[in-house]
């Protein structure tokens, strides 16, 4: 099912005015029919009858009159009304406007009550765990076409490799097509809700926490550096798109997704913790043996080539295993100061 827009409905003041000037005349008719003005004239029962014919057809306007009125409908910027009459869909109300439709149209949205954590949807009252929906100062039937932002609750999702980690996202969104929205699905909000949720576990298991070897992340058949620390504005594009191939039969445009958080799961927090220090620690190591394998390549050849001293083999080795020491050393050095022969 398709959009189908109602033009020039824009006509709610002028008929606004007519209804109050139709129940103008009908208290004034009835006033005079019930000869509030003065005795009855000349005329007989022509002249009764006159009187009680106008009498009928105002009190029966007087009572039904507030029919018309149902049809007038107010809308404010970026707001959208669905209309059914008797079940059929007949069209949709779009923009700011004063709009007269027919009376016995009715607005429908069945998700006007769901309230999730996302912006536009946020009531007075503090929400009940473990509930999406309050009935607290529902905005009618109304459809919002702001863009709004759909923060999901943090999912614990297993990576590639097997770790739990714990992820939330934020989708930016909005709607589109009204009447998809409206009839395709049950309720938009939360089938978006959902799609989310999905979306965001198949793309997540793609990718490890950390970069790992060996990890294809693109689908090609050659390992890579992805990660969902290290590539988050790639894996958020791929979120968006899982997400928007999913929704578009509910009418909706996926802006954006970003992620909002990112850690790894409490029950293996602390072992990736001293993990990643192992490797922090391993990788500072490494460095300070290279630094110290030149500057002991860098010594023996200053030596050598100004002829400072003469060395044999094996007080070279004792030498350079005596700067390996001081240079790779924890704390200060304390050396032994030789006072005697060389040898």
């Known amino acids: 099912m398709s959009e189908k827009l109602l033009q020039n409905k824009k006509n709610g003041m002028p008929v606004l005015l007519a209804i109050l000037a139709l129940y103008g005349v009908a208290i004034l008719a009835l006033l005079w029919a019930g000869e509030v003005f003065g005795p009855a004239g000349p005329g007989g029962r022509g002249a009764h009858g006159l009187r009680t014919g106008v009498m009928a057809i105002s009190i029966v306007w007087l009572c039904l009159g507030w029919i018309l009125a ?18 059929n869909y007949i069209g949709t109300l779009k923009g700011e406007g004063f709009y007269y439709v027919n009376p016995f149209c009715a607005g429908v949205n069945p998700a006007a009550r769901t309230r999730l954590n996302q912006s536009g949807d946020v009531s007075e009252r503090p929400a009940v765990a473990g509930k999406n929906e309050l009935n607290a100062n529902p905005s009618g039937n109304k459809l919002s076409l702001k863009v709004m932002t759909l923060n999901n609750n943090r999912q614990k999702i297993n990576d590639c490799l097997g770790n739990p980690v714990e992820i939330g996202i934020a989708v930016t969104w909005r709607i589109v097509d009204t009447a998809k929205a409206v009839f395709n699905v049950d309720n938009y909000k939360e089938f978006l809700s959902l799609q989310c949720d999905t979306a965001l576990r198949n793309i997540v298991r793609i990718y490890p926490y950390d970069v790992a070897p060996n990890v294809d992340t693109t689908g090609d058949g050659q390992a890579d550096d992805g990660s969902l620390r290290g590539s988050s504005e790639v894996v958020a594009a791929r979120i968006k798109d899982e997400i928007q191939a999913r929704v578009t039969q509910a009418g909706l445009e996926i802006l954006e997704a970003r992620i909002t958080y990112l850690a790894y799961a409490p029950e293996i927090a602390a072992v990736m913790l001293q993990r990643q220090q192992a490797s922090a620690i391993i990788d500072a190591r490494k460095m300070i043996v290279d630094g110290a394998v030149g500057m002991v390549e860098m010594a023996l050849e200053r030596l050598s080539e100004n002829q400072v001293v003469t060395l044999d083999e094996e007080r070279k080795a004792a030498m350079v295993s005596n700067l390996l020491v001081v240079l790779c050393g924890n704390r200060d050095a304390q050396p032994v100061v030789n006072s005697g022969s060389l040898y």
Do not use: D, I, N
């Not at 107010?74 to 079940?87: D, H, I, N, S, Y």
């Open 70 to 87: 149902c049809g007038l409908k107010v809308l404010r910027p970026q707001e959208a009304l669905v209309l059914t009459l008797f079940g």
